[in-house]
Protein backbone atom coordinates (compact mmCIF):
# COMPACT_ATOMS: atom_id res chain seq x y z
CA UNK A 1 0.00 0.00 0.00
CA UNK A 2 0.94 3.50 -0.97
CA UNK A 3 1.55 6.37 1.57
CA UNK A 4 -2.16 7.67 0.18
CA UNK A 5 -4.34 4.37 0.85
CA UNK A 6 -1.72 3.60 4.43
CA UNK A 7 -2.77 6.88 5.78
CA UNK A 8 -6.63 6.87 5.45
CA UNK A 9 -6.84 3.35 6.67
CA UNK A 10 -4.95 4.48 9.68
CA UNK A 11 -7.43 7.16 9.92
CA UNK A 12 -10.59 4.97 9.29
CA UNK A 13 -9.41 2.27 12.26
CA UNK A 14 -8.72 5.75 14.41
CA UNK A 15 -12.42 7.06 13.59
CA UNK A 16 -14.22 3.53 14.57
CA UNK A 17 -12.44 3.97 17.67
CA UNK A 18 -13.82 7.56 17.94
CA UNK A 19 -17.47 6.34 17.25
CA UNK A 20 -17.64 3.04 19.54
CA UNK A 21 -14.82 1.91 22.06
CA UNK A 22 -16.63 -1.74 22.27
CA UNK A 23 -14.52 -2.60 18.85
CA UNK A 24 -10.80 -3.75 18.55
CA UNK A 25 -9.11 -3.11 15.41
CA UNK A 26 -6.45 -4.41 14.16
CA UNK A 27 -4.25 -3.13 10.95
CA UNK A 28 -2.82 -5.42 8.97
CA UNK A 29 -0.34 -4.92 6.50
CA UNK A 30 3.16 -5.65 4.86
CA UNK A 31 6.17 -5.44 7.63
CA UNK A 32 7.55 -2.25 6.48
CA UNK A 33 4.48 -0.35 6.71
CA UNK A 34 3.45 -1.71 9.75
CA UNK A 35 6.89 -0.15 10.68
CA UNK A 36 5.95 3.27 9.31
CA UNK A 37 2.51 3.01 11.32
CA UNK A 38 3.88 2.05 14.60
CA UNK A 39 6.24 5.09 14.68
CA UNK A 40 3.02 6.84 13.50
CA UNK A 41 0.52 5.66 16.30
CA UNK A 42 3.93 5.87 19.04
CA UNK A 43 4.29 9.18 18.01
CA UNK A 44 0.53 10.39 17.81
CA UNK A 45 -0.64 11.11 21.66
CA UNK A 46 -4.08 10.87 20.44
CA UNK A 47 -4.61 7.69 18.25
CA UNK A 48 -6.38 5.88 20.26
CA UNK A 49 -5.11 2.32 20.91
CA UNK A 50 -4.76 -0.07 17.63
CA UNK A 51 -3.24 -3.50 17.18
CA UNK A 52 -0.55 -4.23 14.54
CA UNK A 53 -0.37 -7.32 12.83
CA UNK A 54 2.54 -8.04 10.02
CA UNK A 55 1.84 -10.51 6.83
CA UNK A 56 5.31 -11.57 5.96
CA UNK A 57 5.22 -13.37 2.53
CA UNK A 58 8.64 -15.05 0.48
CA UNK A 59 9.14 -12.83 -2.35
CA UNK A 60 11.16 -15.76 -3.90
CA UNK A 61 8.90 -16.19 -6.29
CA UNK A 62 8.32 -12.35 -7.77
CA UNK A 63 11.02 -10.83 -9.34
CA UNK A 64 10.48 -7.28 -7.06
CA UNK A 65 13.73 -4.95 -6.87
CA UNK A 66 14.62 -4.72 -3.00
CA UNK A 67 13.15 -1.08 -2.89
CA UNK A 68 9.65 -0.96 -3.57
CA UNK A 69 8.50 2.14 -2.19
CA UNK A 70 8.63 4.43 -4.94
CA UNK A 71 6.95 3.01 -8.29
CA UNK A 72 8.36 5.99 -9.84
CA UNK A 73 11.64 4.27 -10.31
CA UNK A 74 9.74 0.87 -11.16
CA UNK A 75 9.32 -0.27 -15.28
CA UNK A 76 5.66 -1.10 -16.03
CA UNK A 77 6.53 -4.91 -15.27
CA UNK A 78 7.86 -4.35 -12.14
CA UNK A 79 4.79 -2.44 -10.84
CA UNK A 80 2.29 -5.03 -12.28
CA UNK A 81 4.29 -7.25 -10.52
CA UNK A 82 4.51 -5.27 -7.10
CA UNK A 83 0.27 -5.60 -7.57
CA UNK A 84 0.27 -8.98 -8.55
CA UNK A 85 2.93 -10.11 -5.26
CA UNK A 86 0.00 -8.27 -3.68
CA UNK A 87 -2.22 -11.99 -4.23
CA UNK A 88 0.59 -14.20 -2.24
CA UNK A 89 -0.46 -12.76 1.13
CA UNK A 90 -3.35 -14.36 1.42
CA UNK A 91 -2.02 -17.58 2.76
CA UNK A 92 -0.42 -15.45 5.83
CA UNK A 93 -3.89 -13.65 6.18
CA UNK A 94 -5.54 -16.87 6.41
CA UNK A 95 -2.96 -18.28 8.92
CA UNK A 96 -3.33 -14.51 10.54
CA UNK A 97 -7.46 -15.10 10.86
CA UNK A 98 -6.73 -18.85 12.16
CA UNK A 99 -4.46 -17.32 14.79
CA UNK A 100 -7.01 -14.79 15.44
CA UNK A 101 -9.83 -17.50 15.68
CA UNK A 102 -7.82 -19.39 18.46
CA UNK A 103 -6.88 -16.45 20.59
CA UNK A 104 -10.25 -15.05 20.47
CA UNK A 105 -12.49 -18.19 20.32
CA UNK A 106 -14.44 -16.53 17.20
CA UNK A 107 -13.07 -15.09 13.93
CA UNK A 108 -13.08 -11.36 13.41
CA UNK A 109 -16.58 -9.51 13.38
CA UNK A 110 -15.59 -7.94 10.02
CA UNK A 111 -12.60 -7.54 7.45
CA UNK A 112 -12.24 -4.04 5.61
CA UNK A 113 -9.94 -4.25 2.74
CA UNK A 114 -8.43 -1.96 0.23
CA UNK A 115 -10.80 -2.29 -2.65
CA UNK A 116 -7.48 -3.45 -4.87
CA UNK A 117 -7.31 -5.98 -3.00
CA UNK A 118 -10.52 -8.42 -4.06
CA UNK A 119 -8.67 -11.53 -3.20
CA UNK A 120 -9.76 -11.11 0.63
CA UNK A 121 -13.24 -11.33 -0.70
CA UNK A 122 -12.59 -15.14 -0.99
CA UNK A 123 -10.51 -15.54 2.23
CA UNK A 124 -13.45 -13.65 4.50
CA UNK A 125 -16.36 -15.70 3.05
CA UNK A 126 -14.22 -18.72 3.42
CA UNK A 127 -14.41 -18.19 7.02
CA UNK A 128 -17.55 -16.60 7.30
CA UNK A 129 -16.71 -13.20 8.22
CA UNK A 130 -18.39 -10.35 6.71
CA UNK A 131 -16.10 -8.28 4.35
CA UNK A 132 -16.35 -4.83 2.71
CA UNK A 133 -13.81 -3.06 0.76
CA UNK A 134 -13.00 0.57 1.63
CA UNK A 135 -11.80 2.96 -1.64
CA UNK A 136 -9.24 5.41 -0.14
CA UNK A 137 -10.56 8.06 -3.53
CA UNK A 138 -13.64 9.81 -4.27
CA UNK A 139 -16.94 8.41 -5.26
CA UNK A 140 -16.47 9.94 -9.36
CA UNK A 141 -12.90 8.90 -9.60
CA UNK A 142 -13.29 5.74 -8.11
CA UNK A 143 -16.20 5.00 -10.38
CA UNK A 144 -14.26 6.02 -13.39
CA UNK A 145 -11.48 3.73 -12.46
CA UNK A 146 -13.31 0.97 -11.99
CA UNK A 147 -15.30 1.47 -15.34
CA UNK A 148 -12.38 2.30 -16.95
CA UNK A 149 -10.56 -0.91 -15.93
CA UNK A 150 -13.39 -3.58 -16.34
CA UNK A 151 -14.88 -2.17 -19.64
CA UNK A 152 -11.76 -0.42 -21.43
CA UNK A 153 -14.27 1.56 -23.24
CA UNK A 154 -11.55 3.56 -25.42
CA UNK A 155 -10.93 0.19 -26.95
CA UNK A 156 -13.79 0.14 -28.93
CA UNK A 157 -13.27 3.74 -30.64
CA UNK A 158 -10.94 5.60 -32.72
CA UNK A 159 -12.04 8.88 -31.32
CA UNK A 160 -9.86 11.52 -28.71
CA UNK A 161 -12.80 11.70 -26.53
CA UNK A 162 -15.95 8.60 -25.56
CA UNK A 163 -18.52 7.88 -23.08
CA UNK A 164 -17.96 5.52 -20.12
CA UNK A 165 -20.22 2.79 -18.59
CA UNK A 166 -21.57 4.23 -15.58
CA UNK A 167 -21.69 7.66 -16.83
CA UNK A 168 -24.08 9.86 -18.37
CA UNK A 169 -23.05 11.10 -22.20
CA UNK A 170 -22.28 14.41 -21.03
CA UNK A 171 -19.35 13.05 -19.15
CA UNK A 172 -17.04 12.31 -21.93
CA UNK A 173 -13.18 10.91 -21.08
CA UNK A 174 -10.55 11.90 -23.17
CA UNK A 175 -7.65 9.27 -24.15
CA UNK A 176 -5.57 11.79 -21.96
CA UNK A 177 -7.33 11.13 -19.15
CA UNK A 178 -6.07 7.79 -19.17
CA UNK A 179 -2.82 6.77 -17.44
CA UNK A 180 -0.31 5.00 -20.14
CA UNK A 181 -1.03 1.58 -18.31
CA UNK A 182 -4.67 1.74 -19.47
CA UNK A 183 -3.91 2.81 -22.34
CA UNK A 184 -2.11 0.04 -23.66
CA UNK A 185 -4.35 -2.32 -21.71
CA UNK A 186 -5.99 -4.70 -23.87
CA UNK A 187 -7.76 -7.52 -21.29
CA UNK A 188 -5.19 -9.53 -22.35
CA UNK A 189 -1.98 -7.90 -20.57
CA UNK A 190 -0.63 -8.67 -16.81
CA UNK A 191 -2.35 -4.93 -15.89
CA UNK A 192 -5.85 -5.88 -16.83
CA UNK A 193 -5.11 -9.40 -15.89
CA UNK A 194 -4.68 -8.00 -12.14
CA UNK A 195 -7.17 -5.41 -12.33
CA UNK A 196 -10.47 -7.09 -13.31
CA UNK A 197 -10.52 -10.17 -11.08
CA UNK A 198 -9.57 -7.79 -8.20
CA UNK A 199 -12.29 -5.33 -8.88
CA UNK A 200 -14.85 -7.76 -10.05
CA UNK A 201 -14.28 -9.51 -6.62
CA UNK A 202 -14.41 -6.19 -4.70
CA UNK A 203 -17.66 -6.39 -6.12
CA UNK A 204 -18.59 -9.47 -4.72
CA UNK A 205 -18.02 -7.91 -0.94
CA UNK A 206 -21.11 -6.65 1.33
CA UNK A 207 -20.50 -2.66 0.60
CA UNK A 208 -18.13 -0.14 0.02
CA UNK A 209 -16.94 2.51 2.46
CA UNK A 210 -16.13 5.85 0.66
CA UNK A 211 -13.61 8.70 1.63
CA UNK A 212 -16.02 11.25 0.80
CA UNK A 213 -18.89 13.44 1.96
CA UNK A 214 -22.60 12.93 0.93
CA UNK A 215 -23.74 16.79 0.18
CA UNK A 216 -20.32 17.56 -1.71
CA UNK A 217 -20.21 13.91 -4.15
CA UNK A 218 -23.76 13.42 -4.31
CA UNK A 219 -23.72 13.01 -8.19
CA UNK A 220 -20.69 10.95 -7.88
CA UNK A 221 -22.21 8.64 -5.10
CA UNK A 222 -25.00 8.51 -6.67
CA UNK A 223 -23.61 6.96 -10.43
CA UNK A 224 -21.09 4.51 -7.93
CA UNK A 225 -24.20 2.96 -6.31
CA UNK A 226 -26.12 2.89 -9.46
CA UNK A 227 -23.10 1.23 -10.83
CA UNK A 228 -21.66 -1.04 -8.43
CA UNK A 229 -25.43 -2.00 -7.26
CA UNK A 230 -24.07 -2.83 -2.86
CA UNK A 231 -24.20 -0.05 -0.32
CA UNK A 232 -21.64 2.56 -0.14
CA UNK A 233 -21.32 4.33 2.93
CA UNK A 234 -19.74 7.84 2.16
CA UNK A 235 -17.65 8.19 5.76
CA UNK A 236 -15.28 11.41 4.64
CA UNK A 237 -13.59 13.59 5.14
CA UNK A 238 -10.79 11.11 6.51
CA UNK A 239 -8.65 13.97 7.09
CA UNK A 240 -4.93 13.03 8.86
CA UNK A 241 -4.70 13.52 12.67
CA UNK A 242 -1.23 13.33 12.40
CA UNK A 243 1.30 16.15 11.28
CA UNK A 244 3.90 15.46 9.33
CA UNK A 245 6.14 16.25 12.22
CA UNK A 246 4.82 13.31 13.88
CA UNK A 247 5.38 11.24 10.09
CA UNK A 248 9.09 11.74 10.96
CA UNK A 249 9.42 13.60 7.46
CA UNK A 250 9.66 16.65 8.71
CA UNK A 251 13.71 16.18 9.28
CA UNK A 252 13.88 15.63 5.44
CA UNK A 253 12.10 19.05 4.41
CA UNK A 254 14.83 21.51 5.50
CA UNK A 255 11.57 23.96 7.30
CA UNK A 256 10.28 23.12 10.25
CA UNK A 257 6.28 23.66 10.80
CA UNK A 258 7.11 26.70 12.80
CA UNK A 259 8.99 28.18 10.02
CA UNK A 260 6.42 27.61 7.47
CA UNK A 261 3.56 28.73 9.53
CA UNK A 262 5.96 32.39 10.37
CA UNK A 263 6.22 32.80 6.47
CA UNK A 264 2.54 32.21 5.94
CA UNK A 265 1.72 34.94 8.62
CA UNK A 266 4.04 37.32 7.01
CA UNK A 267 1.50 37.13 3.84
CA UNK A 268 -2.02 38.39 2.97
CA UNK A 269 -5.09 36.56 3.18
CA UNK A 270 -5.48 34.16 -0.39
CA UNK A 271 -2.26 35.59 -0.90
CA UNK A 272 -0.06 32.05 -1.56
CA UNK A 273 -0.16 28.98 -3.69
CA UNK A 274 0.67 25.94 -2.61
CA UNK A 275 2.25 23.44 -4.63
CA UNK A 276 3.15 19.91 -3.98
CA UNK A 277 2.43 16.73 -6.38
CA UNK A 278 1.77 14.51 -3.47
CA UNK A 279 4.09 11.38 -2.10
CA UNK A 280 5.44 9.88 -5.17
CA UNK A 281 5.29 12.09 -8.36
CA UNK A 282 7.93 14.92 -9.48
CA UNK A 283 7.86 16.33 -12.42
CA UNK A 284 10.20 16.87 -15.33
CA UNK A 285 13.19 19.38 -15.93
CA UNK A 286 11.72 21.14 -18.69
CA UNK A 287 8.35 21.56 -16.76
CA UNK A 288 9.88 22.56 -13.38
CA UNK A 289 12.03 25.30 -15.49
CA UNK A 290 8.51 26.21 -16.98
CA UNK A 291 7.01 26.22 -13.84
CA UNK A 292 9.75 28.31 -11.53
CA UNK A 293 9.26 31.02 -14.64
CA UNK A 294 5.55 30.85 -14.65
CA UNK A 295 5.31 31.50 -11.26
CA UNK A 296 8.17 34.43 -10.66
CA UNK A 297 6.20 36.01 -13.73
CA UNK A 298 2.93 35.85 -11.93
CA UNK A 299 4.04 37.57 -9.15
CA UNK A 300 2.34 35.35 -6.80
CA UNK A 301 3.80 34.48 -3.30
CA UNK A 302 4.16 30.43 -3.05
CA UNK A 303 5.05 27.39 -1.40
CA UNK A 304 6.11 24.53 -3.63
CA UNK A 305 7.70 21.41 -2.46
CA UNK A 306 10.26 20.37 -4.70
CA UNK A 307 11.96 16.94 -5.52
CA UNK A 308 14.45 16.10 -7.99
CA UNK A 309 13.36 15.93 -11.86
CA UNK A 310 12.17 12.81 -13.32
CA UNK A 311 15.11 10.36 -14.31
CA UNK A 312 16.55 11.71 -10.62
CA UNK A 313 16.74 9.91 -7.36
CA UNK A 314 13.45 11.31 -5.82
CA UNK A 315 15.22 11.41 -2.47
CA UNK A 316 18.20 12.84 -3.38
CA UNK A 317 19.55 16.63 -2.38
CA UNK A 318 17.11 18.69 -4.30
CA UNK A 319 19.77 21.05 -6.11
CA UNK A 320 18.07 24.58 -6.79
CA UNK A 321 21.09 26.06 -8.98
CA UNK A 322 20.91 23.08 -11.22
CA UNK A 323 16.88 22.53 -11.79
CA UNK A 324 16.01 26.22 -11.35
CA UNK A 325 15.94 29.29 -13.04
CA UNK A 326 19.32 30.99 -12.19
CA UNK A 327 19.80 32.19 -8.83
CA UNK A 328 15.77 31.82 -8.41
CA UNK A 329 15.64 30.36 -4.69
CA UNK A 330 17.75 32.97 -3.99
CA UNK A 331 15.67 35.72 -5.46
CA UNK A 332 12.71 34.43 -4.02
CA UNK A 333 13.90 34.29 -0.06
CA UNK A 334 15.55 37.73 -0.55
CA UNK A 335 12.29 39.26 -1.70
CA UNK A 336 9.98 36.75 0.45
CA UNK A 337 8.21 35.84 -2.29
CA UNK A 338 8.56 31.70 -2.45
CA UNK A 339 9.37 28.82 -0.34
CA UNK A 340 10.88 25.86 -1.67
CA UNK A 341 10.44 23.18 1.32
CA UNK A 342 12.58 19.73 0.00
CA UNK A 343 10.83 16.72 -0.21
CA UNK A 344 7.88 16.68 2.24
CA UNK A 345 5.64 19.75 3.57
CA UNK A 346 3.25 19.74 6.51
CA UNK A 347 0.30 19.66 4.18
CA UNK A 348 -2.49 20.28 6.31
CA UNK A 349 -1.16 22.61 8.13
CA UNK A 350 -0.16 24.47 5.04
CA UNK A 351 -3.93 24.36 3.33
CA UNK A 352 -5.72 25.54 6.61
CA UNK A 353 -3.83 28.72 6.86
CA UNK A 354 -6.08 31.71 5.53
CA UNK A 355 -3.06 33.34 3.46
CA UNK A 356 -3.14 29.97 1.20
CA UNK A 357 -5.64 30.99 -1.61
CA UNK A 358 -4.80 28.22 -4.11
CA UNK A 359 -3.19 24.49 -4.11
CA UNK A 360 -1.60 23.13 -7.56
CA UNK A 361 -1.81 19.72 -7.23
CA UNK A 362 -1.56 16.19 -8.85
CA UNK A 363 -5.11 15.57 -7.70
CA UNK A 364 -4.69 12.65 -5.51
CA UNK A 365 -7.42 11.81 -3.94
CA UNK A 366 -6.24 12.95 -0.08
CA UNK A 367 -5.07 15.98 -1.68
CA UNK A 368 -7.97 16.69 -3.25
CA UNK A 369 -9.91 15.98 0.23
CA UNK A 370 -7.88 18.00 2.24
CA UNK A 371 -7.63 20.95 -0.19
CA UNK A 372 -11.59 21.24 -0.40
CA UNK A 373 -12.11 20.60 3.35
CA UNK A 374 -10.20 24.04 3.71
CA UNK A 375 -12.23 26.08 0.90
CA UNK A 376 -9.12 25.85 -1.29
CA UNK A 377 -9.66 25.99 -4.56
CA UNK A 378 -7.53 24.30 -7.15
CA UNK A 379 -4.84 24.20 -10.30
CA UNK A 380 -5.04 20.49 -11.62
CA UNK A 381 -1.75 18.79 -12.58
CA UNK A 382 -3.02 14.88 -12.50
CA UNK A 383 -0.27 12.40 -13.26
CA UNK A 384 -1.38 8.63 -12.70
CA UNK A 385 -4.12 6.42 -10.88
CA UNK A 386 -7.44 8.03 -11.15
CA UNK A 387 -6.10 12.09 -10.63
CA UNK A 388 -7.33 12.72 -14.08
CA UNK A 389 -10.40 11.43 -12.93
CA UNK A 390 -10.26 14.17 -9.70
CA UNK A 391 -9.05 17.02 -11.83
CA UNK A 392 -12.17 16.35 -14.00
CA UNK A 393 -14.74 16.72 -10.92
CA UNK A 394 -13.62 19.27 -9.40
CA UNK A 395 -13.31 21.46 -12.60
CA UNK A 396 -16.60 20.28 -14.36
CA UNK A 397 -18.93 19.43 -11.72
CA UNK A 398 -17.74 21.17 -8.86
CA UNK A 399 -15.94 24.39 -10.95
CA UNK A 400 -13.63 25.31 -8.24
CA UNK A 401 -10.64 24.24 -9.76
CA UNK A 402 -8.80 24.99 -13.20
CA UNK A 403 -6.62 21.98 -15.11
CA UNK A 404 -3.25 23.33 -15.60
CA UNK A 405 -1.70 20.55 -17.48
CA UNK A 406 -1.77 16.64 -17.38
CA UNK A 407 1.05 14.05 -17.21
CA UNK A 408 4.77 13.95 -16.75
CA UNK A 409 5.86 14.72 -20.24
CA UNK A 410 3.46 17.13 -21.03
CA UNK A 411 4.49 20.63 -22.33
CA UNK A 412 3.73 23.62 -20.19
CA UNK A 413 4.71 27.39 -21.15
CA UNK A 414 5.36 29.42 -18.68
CA UNK A 415 2.68 32.04 -20.02
CA UNK A 416 0.24 29.27 -19.48
CA UNK A 417 1.26 28.73 -15.95
CA UNK A 418 1.34 32.68 -15.16
CA UNK A 419 -2.78 32.88 -16.74
CA UNK A 420 -3.91 29.88 -15.22
CA UNK A 421 -2.22 30.81 -11.46
CA UNK A 422 -3.48 34.96 -12.51
CA UNK A 423 -7.19 33.49 -13.38
CA UNK A 424 -7.47 31.00 -10.04
CA UNK A 425 -6.06 33.51 -7.60
CA UNK A 426 -7.90 36.47 -9.02
CA UNK A 427 -9.71 39.04 -6.43
CA UNK A 428 -12.71 39.24 -8.97
CA UNK A 429 -14.27 37.04 -11.91
CA UNK A 430 -13.40 33.51 -12.16
CA UNK A 431 -11.24 33.19 -8.64
CA UNK A 432 -13.73 34.90 -6.48
CA UNK A 433 -16.38 32.41 -8.09
CA UNK A 434 -14.34 29.37 -7.35
CA UNK A 435 -13.11 30.82 -4.40
CA UNK A 436 -16.81 31.53 -3.10
CA UNK A 437 -17.81 27.82 -3.86
CA UNK A 438 -15.06 26.11 -2.38
CA UNK A 439 -15.86 27.95 0.84
CA UNK A 440 -19.55 26.31 0.66
CA UNK A 441 -17.65 22.96 0.12
CA UNK A 442 -15.75 23.59 2.84
CA UNK A 443 -18.56 24.00 5.18
CA UNK A 444 -20.63 20.92 3.61
CA UNK A 445 -17.62 19.09 4.70
CA UNK A 446 -17.16 20.47 8.04
CA UNK A 447 -21.28 19.57 8.75
CA UNK A 448 -20.68 16.04 7.58
CA UNK A 449 -18.54 15.46 10.24
CA UNK A 450 -19.72 17.23 12.94
CA UNK A 451 -21.14 16.10 16.22
CA UNK A 452 -23.94 17.52 17.20
CA UNK A 453 -27.98 17.08 17.87
CA UNK A 454 -28.18 16.28 13.98
CA UNK A 455 -24.87 14.59 13.51
CA UNK A 456 -23.42 15.29 10.18
CA UNK A 457 -24.09 12.88 7.32
CA UNK A 458 -21.09 11.16 7.39
CA UNK A 459 -20.71 10.08 11.24
CA UNK A 460 -24.88 9.28 10.91
CA UNK A 461 -23.08 6.68 7.81
CA UNK A 462 -20.59 5.74 9.98
CA UNK A 463 -22.96 4.81 12.65
CA UNK A 464 -25.05 2.94 10.44
CA UNK A 465 -22.46 0.73 9.00
CA UNK A 466 -20.71 -0.12 12.81
CA UNK A 467 -24.53 -1.00 13.83
CA UNK A 468 -24.95 -3.61 10.78
CA UNK A 469 -21.45 -5.25 11.20
CA UNK A 470 -22.25 -5.29 15.34
CA UNK A 471 -25.75 -6.91 14.33
CA UNK A 472 -24.16 -9.34 12.11
CA UNK A 473 -22.93 -10.70 15.42
CA UNK A 474 -25.10 -9.48 18.35
CA UNK A 475 -23.91 -8.92 21.89
CA UNK A 476 -20.59 -9.51 20.77
CA UNK A 477 -17.56 -7.33 21.34
CA UNK A 478 -15.23 -8.24 18.14
CA UNK A 479 -12.32 -7.27 16.15
CA UNK A 480 -12.32 -5.29 13.10
CA UNK A 481 -9.17 -6.38 10.69
CA UNK A 482 -7.99 -3.46 8.67
N1 LIG B 1 1.63 14.88 1.88
C1 LIG B 1 2.18 15.70 2.84
N2 LIG B 1 3.27 16.44 2.49
C2 LIG B 1 3.83 16.40 1.26
C3 LIG B 1 3.24 15.56 0.28
C4 LIG B 1 2.15 14.83 0.63
O1 LIG B 1 1.71 15.79 3.97
O2 LIG B 1 4.81 17.10 1.02
C5 LIG B 1 0.44 14.08 2.24
C6 LIG B 1 -0.83 14.77 1.82
O3 LIG B 1 -1.27 15.64 2.83
C7 LIG B 1 -1.77 13.61 1.56
C8 LIG B 1 -0.82 12.50 1.11
O4 LIG B 1 0.47 12.85 1.55
O5 LIG B 1 -2.41 13.24 2.75
C9 LIG B 1 -0.81 12.35 -0.39
O6 LIG B 1 -1.92 11.62 -0.80
P1 LIG B 1 -2.62 11.85 -2.19
O7 LIG B 1 -3.78 10.91 -2.26
O8 LIG B 1 -2.94 13.27 -2.39
O9 LIG B 1 -1.54 11.51 -3.27
P2 LIG B 1 -0.54 10.26 -3.48
O10 LIG B 1 0.64 10.56 -2.66
O11 LIG B 1 -1.27 9.02 -3.05
O12 LIG B 1 -0.25 10.31 -4.95
Keep these: MAHGHLIPFLELANLIHRRSSVFTTTIVNTPSNIQYLRSTISAASSTPKIHLAELHYSSTDHDLPPNTENTENLSLDQISTLFHSSTALELPLRQLISDIVQKDGKPPLCIISDVFFGWSVAVARSFNIPIFNFTTCGAYGTLAYLSLWLNL?????????????????????????????????????????????????????????????????????????????????????????????????????????????????????????????????????????????????????????????????????????????????????????????????????????????????????????????QGVPMIGWPMAAEQAYNSKMVVEEMGIGVELTRGKESEIERGKVKEVIEMVMGESGKGEEMRKKAAIVKDKMIAAIKDDKQKGSSLRSLEEFLAIIQSKREKTNGRVLV
Design 153 to 373: PHRSTTADDFSIPGFPERCRFRRSQLHRFLLAADGTDSWSKYFQPQLSSALRSDGWLCNTVEEVEYFGLGLLRDYIKIPVWAIGPLLPQTSSRRWGKEKDSGVDLENCINWLNSHPKNSVLYISFGSQNTINETQMLELAHGLEESGKAFIWVVRPPLGQDMKAEFRAHQWLPDRFEERMKETNRGLLIRNWAPQLEILSHESVGAFLSHCGWNSTVESLS
